[in-house]
């Protein structure tokens, strides 16, 4: 039995992976030294070792030389020669493709051998397999004829003969190439070989070969399931990158109460789903498929400030799970209540100098946003200059009604004391009803109107 293409690699000392497809459809690749009685040799997925001391030395290591990675193939090293010949006969021998055979039947078998699912097809663009993976992304490839005798090309498609052929062009939705045979100068079964290694290096980068009823659902529909069983709404936020794809993610919101986004000032935690690798967040734009992937939880404080707290393997069995039980935790904790005078120690001498009406505005709507009482100032008067004279600061409350506070806050504000202390010892005893002319509803009064 003929092993023309294996003879001829030992005889060129193949130095880089070369292919070799048998008559069954199943692969091998092997690299040799000149003279060398040995080989290491790559069975493509699907392919098996014989049971016997010339396949002993195995290497589970992923890398095929200078190809990357090839799946769920076996690296063997060592292999005497006349090992790789039986095994090539007992496989019914080298593959030789007929003249009139379509071009597609080589590919299409040594792809569907190695686990890879095609999809022969026709539209307006012309004939050409596509090749979707698990993460939503898919590879075309289309054969091209080689040139007439004006040297044009007739046809770039999948319908013509082994005869015609001359050469393999594949690239990924975006544009990117995979794999062209312009400039390479191979015959047929070498350059067809070529083509499905790169389609098989491929493969394991974007999660393998899609399942018959296509790539499932995104991160971000998988995400808002899981989050719905635990009664917790969460909302896409989403950035714009270079080049215009998008980093996505959820945000969701302590208060499960409200709608929308959280406040810029309120705590709030991330779930999505990011892969380092790819250096991306693509929680809406696919299926949780590629190796790298892995879900994520961060929380952030409400000031700017981000932390992880969880970070699991997406391709783990219980990885979503796990980040959602952080969330509803998060969710469904106490929380202590804020100390306001954390938010407020830069309001430390503000008054230092003295103040004004717009001073008070907004010192006073800082203590009260940030959980401290609601402050306001009695001026003696206010006339077209606005507010003036001699002033206090006091207390009210909702219903109008006003209190001293502590000589503490104003000697805080002035610079004299370092802390006023705690925010709710701040107010003190009622004060008869106050008498004045003129409010600006924004924390100061006047007695009388000039």
Known sequence: MSTARLDSLIAEAADISQSVRMADGHTLSLSIEAGAKVATVYLWPGLDAPDTEAWEYEDNVEVWLTTGSFGEGRLFGEVPVQAVRDLIEQHGGEAVAADDDNVLAAPLAQLSRAGIRCLPWRDSAGTYVRVPFADG???????????????????????????????????????????????????????????????????????????????????????????????????????????????????????????????????????GLANVDDDEWPMAQRPPARPADEWRVLLGDGNGRERDVMARPAGSANGLADCVAAV???????????????????????????????????????????????????????????????????????????????PDVYRWLSGELETPGPVDTWVCAPVPELEFLVSDDFHNYGRSED
Request: glycine share 12%.
């Open 137 to 271: 992304e898919e590879i075309t490839f289309t054969g091209i004829t080689a040139p007439d005798e004006d040297g044009r090309i007739d046809d770039v498609s999948t319908g013509h003969m082994v005869r015609d052929h001359g050469g393999w062009l594949a690239n990924l939705e975006d544009g990117e190439i995979v794999y062209h045979s312009d400039g390479k100068g191979l015959q047929y079964e070498e350059d067809t070989a070529a083509l499905v290694a790169a389609i098989i290096e491929r493969a394991p980068r974007h999660g393998g070969s899609a399942p018959e009823e296509g790539p499932g659902d995104t991160a971000e529909q998988l995400a808002v399931k899981a989050l719905a069983e635990w009664g917790i709404t969460a909302h896409l936020d989403d950035e714009s990158l270079i080049g215009g794809a998008r980093n996505s993610w959820l945000v969701i919101s302590r208060d499960q109460t409200t709608d929308g986004m959280p406040r810029e000032d309120e705590p709030y935690i991330v779930l």
């Open 328 to 406: 509803a935790e998060w969710i469904t904790m106490p929380q202590a209540s804020p100390n306001p005078l954390t938010q407020l120690a830069d309001l430390h001498g503000t008054f230092k100098f003295g103040y004004s009406a717009e001073d008070v505005r907004s010192v006073f709507a800082r203590i009260s946003d940030e959980g401290g009482p609601y402050l306001v100032c009695v001026w003696e008067y206010c006339d077209e200059d606005g507010f003036g004279g001699n002033s206090q600061f006091y207390a009210e409350n909702d219903e109008g009604e006003f209190f001293e506070i502590k």
